[in-house]
């Protein structure tokens, strides 16, 4: 797909310092066609605990370039903060208002940018951009559920009330996962599964990179995580049991930690290493470190049917991978180890690392990179037009 005006909404900022899925398909939409990303505005009480001023109500936009054809919109206008509204009545007058002001901004960009025909792709923004379609009257409304927000406490009081009807005005819904495919069904028959997108070029040549000067000390074997710790995904019990139970291999866990993580034994133990956040562009030095890259998913709603980004890039740099068997993992079990309790786990990390080889390092690189953002990007445009011609 060319020369298109694509409109897109979501719940990241872009400045956004961990991987995105929004961000990185803007990029991609962005090679071929015109693109405005649009930050989140910000709500009343974020920015009372942020000490800015509270309206600004400037008339002006901000609108920057990114690229020859990308531009990021940050709203100035403040919003109020609704969620905790307990009122349903309430709530809707309020969110219509936010959509309102939200909507005016956009549209100032729309008219400087002479976006015309536009495509409106809606990444999961369940609350600001409900009377979007009506309000921005796009060419094409697309829904993009990427995580089963529904399983999360902030979006359950309106959510669940909410997002059935946001799918069921979508000319289409695309979705990362076939579990969150047949939820999406549900709401709306037109929902497909487009695939994941990785950024394959980033981690497929970590053999020329420098060891970083944090891990360098630690001893080997390493197994190692890299993303986000947080309670609510993560099973700190197993962490804890791989760290016990193999006390000669080191743990080494990066990523920002919750208060569950900041609070477990794991900062007692003496083969646990906790690096913090990095930089993206450094993440695949960490990895080339490792001796095995793991994902100890818990299984709940949250992460059950969820896409697993970090296998991609754990497989595109070839590295051995053990992870929680789920539903969206069945598609990676002949290239990942799949561990259903604590003794699956011990087995399989030293599986892992006993038997590599180059020619299965080769083998996870080649599958990984069919998981491309461009190839994402391809099934998207292959819906968009499968629906605009329907119309």
């Known amino acids: 797909m060319k020369n298109r005006d694509i409109l897109i909404t979501g719940l990241q900022s872009w400045e956004i310092g961990i991987g995105s899925n929004c961000k990185n398909l803007a990029i991609e939409f962005?090679?071929?066609?015109?693109?405005i990303y649009v930050n989140p505005p910000t709500d009343r009480i974020t920015k009372i605990k942020g000490d800015k001023p509270l309206n600004t109500n400037s008339e002006s936009i901000q609108?920057?370039?990114?690229?020859?054809?990308?531009w990021v919109l940050t709203p100035q206008k403040t919003i109020e903060s609704i969620n905790k509204i307990p009122s349903t009545f309430l709530f809707n007058i309020l969110n219509?208002?936010?959509?309102?002001?939200?909507?005016?901004?956009?549209?100032?960009?729309?008219?400087?940018?002479?976006?015309?025909?536009f495509i409106h792709f809606c990444d999961s923004d369940i609350f600001r951009s409900f009377y979007l379609k009506e309000l921005l009257n796009p060419s094409l409304f697309i829904y993009y559920s990427r995580d089963n927000l529904l399983a999360v406490d902030y979006w359950k009081r309106h959510g669940k009330r909410l997002e059935p009807?946001?799918?069921?005005?979508?000319?289409?819904v695309a979705t990362n996962s076939l579990y969150l495919e047949e939820l999406a069904k549900k709401h709306n028959p037109k929902s497909h599964f487009v695939g994941q997108g990785c950024d394959i070029d980033a981690y497929?040549?970590?053999?020329?990179?420098?060891?970083?000067?944090?891990?360098?000390?630690?001893?080997?074997?390493?197994?190692?995580?890299?993303?986000?710790?947080?309670?609510?995904?993560?099973?700190?019990?197993?962490?804890?049991?791989?760290?016990?139970?193999?006390?000669?291999?080191?743990?080494?866990?990066?990523?920002?930690?919750?208060?569950?993580?900041?609070?477990?034994?794991?900062?007692?133990?003496?083969?646990?290493?906790?690096?913090?956040?990095?930089?993206?562009?450094?993440?695949?030095?960490?990895?080339?470190?490792?001796?095995?890259a793991i994902n100890p998913q818990l299984l709940n709603e949250v992460t059950v049917g969820n896409y697993p980004r970090k296998i991609d890039e754990y497989l595109a740099s070839g590295k051995p991978v053990v992870a929680t068997k789920t539903i969206a993992m069945e598609l990676f079990k002949d290239y990942v180890f799949?561990?259903?309790?604590?003794?699956?786990?011990?087995?399989?990390?030293?599986?892992?690392?006993?038997?590599?080889?180059?020619?299965?390092?080769?083998?996870?690189?080649?599958?990984?990179?069919i998981h491309s953002w461009e190839?994402?990007?391809?099934?998207?445009?292959?819906?968009?037009?499968?629906?605009?011609?329907?119309?």
Do not use: C
């Open 165 to 172: 009807k946001l799918m069921a005005k979508a000319d289409f």
């Open 96 to 117: 219509k208002r936010n959509n309102k002001i939200f909507a005016s901004e956009i549209k100032q960009a729309i008219e400087i940018l002479k976006f015309s025909d």
């Open 30 to 35: 962005s090679k071929n066609n015109r693109v």
């Open 338 to 369: 799949l561990a259903e309790n604590t003794d699956e786990w011990f087995k399989n990390i030293k599986l892992a690392i006993a038997n590599n080889s180059e020619q299965l390092e080769k083998d996870r690189k080649e599958f990984a990179s």
């Open 204 to 292: 497929s040549n970590i053999e020329k990179l420098t060891i970083p000067n944090d891990l360098k000390a630690i001893p080997r074997p390493v197994i190692g995580y890299i993303g986000a710790l947080k309670s609510i995904r993560l099973d700190i019990n197993i962490l804890e049991q791989i760290a016990s139970k193999l006390p000669y291999y080191s743990l080494v866990l990066i990523g920002s930690e919750d208060k569950k993580f900041k609070d477990s034994d794991l900062h007692h133990l003496k083969n646990v290493y906790f690096l913090g956040s990095k930089p993206m562009e450094e993440l695949p030095a960490y990895l080339k470190s490792f001796d095995v």
């Open 375 to 391: 190839n994402n990007a391809t099934e998207i445009y292959k819906k968009i037009e499968h629906y605009e011609i329907g119309k």
């Open 63 to 70: 609108l920057e370039q990114k690229s020859e054809n990308l």
